[in-house]
């Protein structure tokens, strides 16, 4: 069988042979290995390159059950990977011809990734979600005032008001969430709001945020993740929080090598 090396994370600290031996990969793949690049170590596995070309990847990957499938397995990988100390866990499908070209590539970027390891070393993300109250909007009845069209367009106006006003108070809180959790990370990223089909419910997410959180501050952090939950959950607005998690959304080798070039004396 023709295969390809499919990489799933860098770290300077390989996990046992036994940690390897017991989790499973892609399907069709071979057993989780350890591949030596310098002071650097790839956790890969070798599979098969019918399954992995181009086209029948990218075929695959537009199935959502594939999709979850795929997904599922390379954070299997990562997690290997970062079970005996830091990783930088790579883009899923991370896909090389062979071992040589995998190294190769992790060596031309071993200050970059390095400097990531450093960056992520007892560190770990926390991801943070507000949602809003339902807005709920209420029609405009035709009893609730006087029935000529003029006052029939100032009770729309009136309304729209209101609701602008209220989704304005919402958005602000959620911005005050974010701002006083910055204080506690190293790092903070926010992503787009989740849509409700992926949330599951109508309540708008007003704040899908990553917080890059030194260990030793763990407890700060979720203390004040819980006050903020408590003070805002008063006007209906809910925070939630999980973790922690490996820090995919830190582990960005482009803002390193950003960072490094910006360094460099003119």
Known sequence: MTTVTCVFAVTDTPPPDEVLAVTPGHDGGGPLRV?????????????????FGEEALAERLNRPDELERCARAHHRGVETAASAGTAVPLPMATLYLDDDNAVRAVAAREASLRALLDRLRDRTEWAVKVHGPAT??????????PADGRSYLRRASALRRTEREARESTLAQAHAVDRELRRYAVAATRHR??????????????????????????TEFVRAVGELARDVGRSAVEVTMSGPWIPYSFAQLDEVER????????
Not at 196 to 216: F, M
Request: overall charge negative; cysteine-free.
């Open 35 to 51: 591949l030596a690049a310098g002071p650097l170590h790839l956790v890969v596995q070798d599979a098969p390159a019918a399954d």
């Open 259 to 266: 960072a490094a070039r910006q360094e460099v004396p003119a």
């Open 193 to 218: 709001p989740q849509s409700e089909q992926l949330t599951g419910t109508s309540v708008p997410q007003l704040l899908n945020a990553a917080y890059l959180v030194d260990d030793g501050r763990r």
């Open 136 to 145: 709920a909007r209420a029609g405009v009845a035709a009893g609730e005032g």
